[in-house]
């Protein structure tokens, strides 16, 4: 069986602890790889090799940094094919998917070619006589990024990319359970030219997080996962100086007004409910129809739709969904149905007991509609994470906006109308961090900054764009004078004040 390694200080490393974590074919149910788990060991180490690479490559132009990024992400787009084969394998999406998954962080990586401009201070001459100020940006130092399972290239480029070529070096710690791509984009990066020890990467579980957050030597924590991980690294990093960012789960509503296209509405959420089986971020699992008019449309339009879904393994010609990611996921997501079941809300489209011919140990399951529900039911308060969606009614504008702004989530949110002024005062006033107007999964692109908020995000930076730039240097303002030799001007105890 494949042994997965970590990465440190150029080359791969099999580490010290003999702790394996088993990897699975989604799809099939069956164990493809074995990946070390890293033990406090393994992480001093790694730590130890991007803290000895610090001084080099911070000091490197960045138009040198930029040049090594332009190498990446050249690989990254030749490369892309077996990328997305090993996304596929290991996490179960489809292969244009994972194809998705890849360019949406290629981006990141197009925008870290950029470095040199986006690092620019601003300078001011005469902010007193013969006194001149500017501002830099410089890097933290040692970052550390962990990544969910459901995007493994992208949420790792959102990071490390943008992290080294501002000058920092990094390891990673990519999600357990699909580690192969991180580690190929890894190696890429080392390919491109990024020197040794200033990308790593370690695999393991809340061991090496742990390591991670409390080593001494390690300056920032970039995360994303789930809410009650993200809570955690916030305090535990927080207390132990780190500068943090944790990007935590969600519960993205779509609210669908009375003049809405109701055909658009319902392939708006079967893309963003349903793609990726439903393990997005920023998938939508909640449609708050405005009026049970439109709601009986609503669930009369989606629910062909969703019975119509083609489901199979992710590599296969003309899947739409794949399987969820492990068989604790699909037992999770099947109680949670049948729990909304007993809670009363009603069961449009049942996902439950769908078995594909050749398939049978797959982790798949159908596309799941409910209608009906209502805030109190755990099928509207949990994250579901898999390819369910739950209609809630509203009975008018007011009552749907306050929905979206109690849920604890705010991460994405979207609305779909024809009506300029209701949209307008919707991204006024929604209390979520991503807004989309008739674009149901608002994703922002690598120049916009990614973030949620309320229990979306600890920490007060986003990823990516200009805030992925803030998180990863630290400003300092320099103030110089070159007093004309020979003058002599006395000395004050005054504050000076720059006259
Ligand atoms: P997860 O929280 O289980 O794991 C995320 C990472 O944390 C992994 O690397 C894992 O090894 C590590 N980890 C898990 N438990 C830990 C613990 N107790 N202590 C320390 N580290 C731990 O998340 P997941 O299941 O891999 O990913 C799905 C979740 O991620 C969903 O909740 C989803 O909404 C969220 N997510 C959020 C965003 C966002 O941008 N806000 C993006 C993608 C995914």
Not at 312 to 321: L, R
Not at 486 to 498: A, D, K, N, Q
Request: glycine share 10%.
């Amino acid at each position: 069986m494949n042994t997965l390694d970590h990465w440190i200080n150029g080359a791969a490393s099999a580490g010290t602890s003999d702790r394996m974590g088993p990897v699975f074919n989604p799809a099939t149910g069956e164990q493809v790889a074995q990946v070390h788990l890293a033990s406090g060991a393994d992480v001093d180490t790694a730590v130890a090799a991007a803290k000895a690479a610090l001084p080099e490559w911070s000091a490197t132009p960045p138009l040198r940094r930029a040049r090594i990024m332009f190498r990446f992400n050249e690989l990254i787009l030749e490369h892309t094919d077996e990328l997305a084969e090993l996304i596929t394998l290991e996490h179960g999406k489809t292969i244009d998917d994972a194809k998705g998954d890849i360019l949406r962080g290629r981006e990141v990586v197009e925008y870290a070619c950029g470095i040199p401009h986006l690092l620019r201070g601003d300078f001011t001459e005469d902010v007193g006589t013969g006194v001149d100020a500017y501002s830099i940006r410089q890097a933290v130092g040692v970052c550390t990024g962990i990544t969910p399972f459901n995007f493994p290239a992208m949420i790792p480029l959102w990071m490390f990319p943008l992290s080294i070529a501002c000058g920092n070096t990094f390891i990673l710690k990519p999600s357990e359970r699909d580690p192969s791509c991180p580690f190929r984009l890894v190696e890429l990066a080392h390919e491109a030219g990024v020197p040794e020890g200033v990308i790593n990467m370690v695999n393991g579980d809340k061991e090496a997080v742990d390591a991670l957050l409390t080593h001494a030597d390690v300056d920032a924590v970039s995360f994303v996962g789930s809410t009650p991980v993200a809570s955690y690294i916030y305090a535990t990093a927080a207390e132990h100086g780190k500068r943090v960012q944790a990007l935590g789960g969600a519960k993205n509503h779509m609210v669908v007004m009375p003049d809405a296209d109701i055909e658009q509405a319902s392939d708006a959420l079967i893309g963003a409910g349903y793609g990726s089986a439903g393990q997005r971020c920023m998938a939508v699992s909640v449609a708050v129809a405005v009026g049970d008019d439109t709601a009986d449309a609503l669930v009369n339009t989606l629910t062909p739709k969703i019975e119509e879904l083609k489901i199979g393994p992710g590599n296969a010609d003309d899947i739409e969904m794949g399987p969820v990611v492990t068989k604790q996921a699909h037992d999770r997501i099947l109680n949670l149905i049948d729990q909304g079941v007993a809670d009363g809300a009603t069961l449009a489209v049942d996902g439950r007991g769908l078995k594909l011919q050749g398939y049978e140990n797959g982790y798949f399951m159908g596309g799941t509609l409910f209608d009906h529900v209502t805030e109190d039911m755990s099928i509207y308060t949990e994250e579901v994470f898999g390819p369910v969606l739950a209609v809630v009614r509203a009975k008018d504008y007011e009552t749907a906006l306050d929905m979206v702004n109690r849920n604890e989530y705010g991460n994405g949110t979207a609305i779909f109308t024809k009506d300029g002024d209701a949209a307008r005062d919707f991204t006024d006033r929604v209390q979520i961090g991503m807004v989309g107007v008739n674009v149901p999964i608002p994703v922002p692109v690598a120049y916009h900054s990614f973030g949620g908020w309320k229990r979306s995000l600890f920490g007060d930076t986003h990823m990516h764009g200009m805030e992925g730039v803030r998180f990863y240097t630290r400003l300092k303002a320099v103030t110089s004078r070159w007093p004309k030799s020979g003058v002599r001007e006395g000395h004050s105890l005054t504050m000076p004040t720059m006259q």
